[in-house]
C-alpha cells in the first residue's frame, strides 16, 4: 500500500517514471525526472562531500564503465557473479530460485534461509515443498541453474574483429585496476581508502521492487586499504560502521528504528571475505540490504597481480616495508538510499502529504509565490526575488490556483520554505516564510533570505 503511494507519487511528480515507458516499458528499469534527478544528485554529493572530500585519508576516482574483459576474470565475476534460476515450462516466466523457496516458506510460516545452498539442494527444496509458479500457479518446473548477472557487450564494429567484453557489474574492481597509478601519482600513506560513485550493471531478471533492484544503478563504493600488522581490522571495521550508520541517520535523516545490521553467516560469505555485514533498512517489503560493508583482505589486488603481471605491492617510504595492502570495503546504491530517503520521509498529515527531506537532500530549497497573480506590482516583486534566489539555490516559482494549494504541492515534494510576497512586502521589504514541517510561519526581511537559506542548508 504505501509502496504503491510512493511509486505514484514519484510518477505524478516527476521523481522516478517507468523506463522506456512508450514502447510499454521495460522490466526492471527506470528514468529519473526533473525532481528526482536532482534528489539523487544530492544524495550522491551528500556521500562524496562526507565520505571523500572532508576526510584526510581518503580520494576520489572515475574508472570506466567498460574495463579490460580480464578483470572480471581475475575477480571472479566470469565464473562465479551468478543467480540460481528457475523456469515455468508452462508460462515460461524465469523466477530467482532462492526468491521462490523464501517467499514461498515465509508465507506458510516456516521462514529459511537458503543462501549458500547448491542449484541441487534449491531444486529439492521446490519439489519437497511443491511449491508452484507466482505467475500461473502451476507446478513444472526445469532444473534450478545458474546464470551470469554480467551484462556482455562486443568492442569493435567489424563483427569478425570484435571482442566480448563486460559493463561493470561493481564499481569496486576498477579501484583495484588503478591502484598501481594512485599510488604512484598521489601521496597517500596507509591507510587510505578510494571512493568512486557511477553506474554498475546487473542482468537482474527478477522483480524489482521499485528501483531497490534494477538492471543498471549507482553505486557509491569505498577500498579502505591498510597494513593488517599495522592496523587492527576488527577496529577499522568497527569505525566504517559507525561512519556508515551516522552518515544514514544523520546527514539523510532515516530513522534509527527502521535500520539494522545482519551479519553474513560463513554459507552467505564469499570465500576471501573475513566478515560481511549489512546495513538493512526496513522497507515496506522487509528488511532489506542497503549498504555492505566486506573485509575483502588482499585477495583483489592478489588476483589482479596474477592476472595482469603487473607488482602491485604498495613499499612504505620510511621502513622500505613492501605488501600487498588488506581492504575494508562499505558498498552502497545511491538508488536504494533514494528510495529509503523518500520512504522514511513520507508522511500524511491530515490532508496533505508532506516529504520531510533534509534542506540539503530537498530537490527545490524554497518555492517563491505571489500571493495574487493578478497584481502585476505583486508579482514584479516577486519575480525579483526569485531570480535573486535563483542565482544560489534551486528555488520553484508557482502562481496558480490559492495559497493552500500551492503549499500543498510543494510540501508533495518536499520544498522545506515557501515564501510568498505580499501587499506588505511592496511596503515593509519583509516576506512571509512557511515552515513545511511546522506550518508555522515568520517575517523575514528580504535582505536576510539568502542568509536564512545558506543557515537551514549547513
Ligand atoms: N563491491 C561489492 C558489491 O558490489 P553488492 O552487495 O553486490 O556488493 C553493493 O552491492 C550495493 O549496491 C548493495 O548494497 C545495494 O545497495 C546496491 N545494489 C546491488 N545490486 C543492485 C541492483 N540490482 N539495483 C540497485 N542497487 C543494487
Redesign the pocket.
Given at each position: 500500500m504505501l509502496m504503491e503511494k510512493i511509486v505514484g507519487l514519484c510518477k505524478r511528480r516527476g521523481f522516478v517514471f517507468p523506463g522506456s515507458e512508450i514502447y510499454g516499458g521495460l522490466a526492471?528499469s527506470y528514468e529519473y525526472g526533473p525532481l528526482g534527478v536532482e534528489l539523487k544528485k544530492n544524495i550522491q554529493d551528500e556521500w562524496w562531500n562526507t565520505f571523500v572530500r572532508r576526510r584526510s585519508d581518503m580520494v576520489g576516482l572515475d574508472s570506466s564503465i567498460i574495463l579490460h574483459p580480464k578483470v572480471w576474470e581475475a575477480s571472479g565475476h566470469v565464473a562465479g557473479f551468478s543467480d540460481a534460476m528457475v523456469d515455468c515450462k508452462k508460462c515460461q516466466t524465469r523466477t530467482r530460485a532462492d526468491h521462490l523457496i523464501e517467499n514461498f516458506l515465509e508465507s506458510k510460516g516456516k521462514p529459511m534461509s537458503v543462501e549458500g545452498k547448491t542449484v541441487e539442494e534449491l531444486s529439492d527444496l521446490i519439489e519437497k515443498n511443491n511449491i508452484p509458479c507466482p505467475t500461473c500457479g502451476k507446478f513444472d518446473w526445469t532444473p534450478v541453474r545458474k546464470f551470469n548477472l554480467l551484462f556482455e557487450t562486443h568492442i569493435g564494429i567489424v563483427p569478425e574483429a570484435q571482442s566480448k567484453a563486460y559493463l561493470r557489474?561493481?564499481?569496486?574492481q576498477g579501484i583495484f585496476v588503478s591502484f598501481k597509478n594512485i599510488i604512484d601519482s598521489s601521496r597517500v600513506t596507509l591507510p587510505f581508502g578510494v571512493g568512486q560513485l557511477g553506474k554498475?550493471f546487473?542482468n537482474?531478471i527478477t522483480k524489482?521492487n521499485f528501483?531497490?533492484?534494477?538492471?543498471e544503478?549507482e553505486?557509491g563504493?569505498i577500498e579502505y586499504f591498510f597494513d593488517p600488522e599495522a592496523d587492527d581490522w576488527k577496529k577499522l571495521f568497527e569505525s566504517w560502521k559507525e561512519s556508515v550508520w551516522k552518515f544514514v541517520i544523520k546527514n539523510l535523516n532515516v530513522r534509527e528504528e527502521n535500520l539494522r545490521w545482519r551479519e553474513h553467516g560463513d554459507e552467505e560469505r564469499s570465500f576471501y571475505s573475513k566478515r560481511t555485514e549489512?546495513l538493512e533498512y526496513q522497507f515496506p517489503f522487509g528488511f532489506k540490504?542497503?549498504?555492505?560493508l566486506?573485509y575483502r583482505t588482499d585477495y583483489d589486488l592478489t588476483q589482479h597481480q596474477k592476472y595482469s603481471g603487473v607488482d602491485l605491492f604498495y613499499v612504505d617510504q620510511v621502513s622500505g616495508k613492501k605488501i600487498v595492502p588488506h581492504v575494508i570495503?562499505p558498498?552502497?546504491?545511491v538508488?536504494?538510499?533514494m528510495a529509503m530517503v523518500i520512504l522514511d520521509s513520507y508522511a500524511e498529515d491530515g490532508e496533505r502529504i508532506v516529504l520531510k527531506l533534509p534542506p540539503r537532500l530537498a530537490p527545490y530549497k524554497a518555492a517563491v509565490f505571489p500571493l495574487l497573480k493578478n497584481k502585476p506590482e505583486l508579482v514584479e516583486k516577486a519575480r525579483g526575488i526569485y531570480e535573486n534566489l535563483r542565482k544560489k539555490f534551486m528555488v520553484a516559482w508557482d502562481d496558480r490556483g490559492n495559497i493552500g494549494k500551492r503549499y500543498y504541492a510543494q510540501d508533495e515534494i518536499g520544498t522545506p520554505y515557501c515564501i510568498t510576497i505580499d501587499f506588505d512586502t511592496l511596503e515593509k521589504g519583509d516576506v512571509t516564510v512557511r515552515d513545511r514541517d511546522t506550518a508555522q510561519q515568520e517575517r523575514i526581511k528580504i535582505s536576510d533570505l539568502e542568509k536564512f537559506l545558506e543557515k537551514k542548508l549547513e
Amino acid at each position: 500500500m504505501l509502496m504503491e503511494k510512493i511509486v505514484g507519487l514519484c510518477k505524478r511528480r516527476g521523481f522516478v517514471f517507468p523506463g522506456s515507458e512508450i514502447y510499454g516499458g521495460l522490466a526492471n528499469s527506470y528514468e529519473y525526472g526533473p525532481l528526482g534527478v536532482e534528489l539523487k544528485k544530492n544524495i550522491q554529493d551528500e556521500w562524496w562531500n562526507t565520505f571523500v572530500r572532508r576526510r584526510s585519508d581518503m580520494v576520489g576516482l572515475d574508472s570506466s564503465i567498460i574495463l579490460h574483459p580480464k578483470v572480471w576474470e581475475a575477480s571472479g565475476h566470469v565464473a562465479g557473479f551468478s543467480d540460481a534460476m528457475v523456469d515455468c515450462k508452462k508460462c515460461q516466466t524465469r523466477t530467482r530460485a532462492d526468491h521462490l523457496i523464501e517467499n514461498f516458506l515465509e508465507s506458510k510460516g516456516k521462514p529459511m534461509s537458503v543462501e549458500g545452498k547448491t542449484v541441487e539442494e534449491l531444486s529439492d527444496l521446490i519439489e519437497k515443498n511443491n511449491i508452484p509458479c507466482p505467475t500461473c500457479g502451476k507446478f513444472d518446473w526445469t532444473p534450478v541453474r545458474k546464470f551470469n548477472l554480467l551484462f556482455e557487450t562486443h568492442i569493435g564494429i567489424v563483427p569478425e574483429a570484435q571482442s566480448k567484453a563486460y559493463l561493470r557489474g561493481e564499481t569496486a574492481q576498477g579501484i583495484f585496476v588503478s591502484f598501481k597509478n594512485i599510488i604512484d601519482s598521489s601521496r597517500v600513506t596507509l591507510p587510505f581508502g578510494v571512493g568512486q560513485l557511477g553506474k554498475s550493471f546487473r542482468n537482474e531478471i527478477t522483480k524489482g521492487n521499485f528501483i531497490f533492484r534494477t538492471l543498471e544503478f549507482e553505486q557509491g563504493e569505498i577500498e579502505y586499504f591498510f597494513d593488517p600488522e599495522a592496523d587492527d581490522w576488527k577496529k577499522l571495521f568497527e569505525s566504517w560502521k559507525e561512519s556508515v550508520w551516522k552518515f544514514v541517520i544523520k546527514n539523510l535523516n532515516v530513522r534509527e528504528e527502521n535500520l539494522r545490521w545482519r551479519e553474513h553467516g560463513d554459507e552467505e560469505r564469499s570465500f576471501y571475505s573475513k566478515r560481511t555485514e549489512d546495513l538493512e533498512y526496513q522497507f515496506p517489503f522487509g528488511f532489506k540490504e542497503l549498504w555492505g560493508l566486506a573485509y575483502r583482505t588482499d585477495y583483489d589486488l592478489t588476483q589482479h597481480q596474477k592476472y595482469s603481471g603487473v607488482d602491485l605491492f604498495y613499499v612504505d617510504q620510511v621502513s622500505g616495508k613492501k605488501i600487498v595492502p588488506h581492504v575494508i570495503e562499505p558498498a552502497v546504491g545511491v538508488n536504494r538510499l533514494m528510495a529509503m530517503v523518500i520512504l522514511d520521509s513520507y508522511a500524511e498529515d491530515g490532508e496533505r502529504i508532506v516529504l520531510k527531506l533534509p534542506p540539503r537532500l530537498a530537490p527545490y530549497k524554497a518555492a517563491v509565490f505571489p500571493l495574487l497573480k493578478n497584481k502585476p506590482e505583486l508579482v514584479e516583486k516577486a519575480r525579483g526575488i526569485y531570480e535573486n534566489l535563483r542565482k544560489k539555490f534551486m528555488v520553484a516559482w508557482d502562481d496558480r490556483g490559492n495559497i493552500g494549494k500551492r503549499y500543498y504541492a510543494q510540501d508533495e515534494i518536499g520544498t522545506p520554505y515557501c515564501i510568498t510576497i505580499d501587499f506588505d512586502t511592496l511596503e515593509k521589504g519583509d516576506v512571509t516564510v512557511r515552515d513545511r514541517d511546522t506550518a508555522q510561519q515568520e517575517r523575514i526581511k528580504i535582505s536576510d533570505l539568502e542568509k536564512f537559506l545558506e543557515k537551514k542548508l549547513e
